[in-house]
């Protein structure tokens, strides 16, 4: 239940996002999604999308932090 899809806005459907995973029930995802601005859409397995605010890149490791927007737990 913690794998979630992860869309940039550039592809706002479920079907072509990327795969990320719920880390803490604060609701920090982890994804391969580069840094971005704007807003992410997480799709969850039980059929909600949430927004999501990008907290972070590294390059290095080529993963991105978000945290999901809205009441939790996640």
Known sequence: PAVVIVSDGR???RDVGVVG???TPE???LTPVPQSQSPLTVF???GRSVAAKPLGWSREWGVA???L???GPW
């Open 27 to 29: 609701g920090h995802v």
């Open 65 to 67: 932090l978000a945290r």
């Open 21 to 23: 995973v719920v880390v």
């Open 69 to 71: 927007e809205g009441r």
């Open 11 to 13: 592809r706002p459907r």
């Open 44 to 46: 969850l397995p039980d």
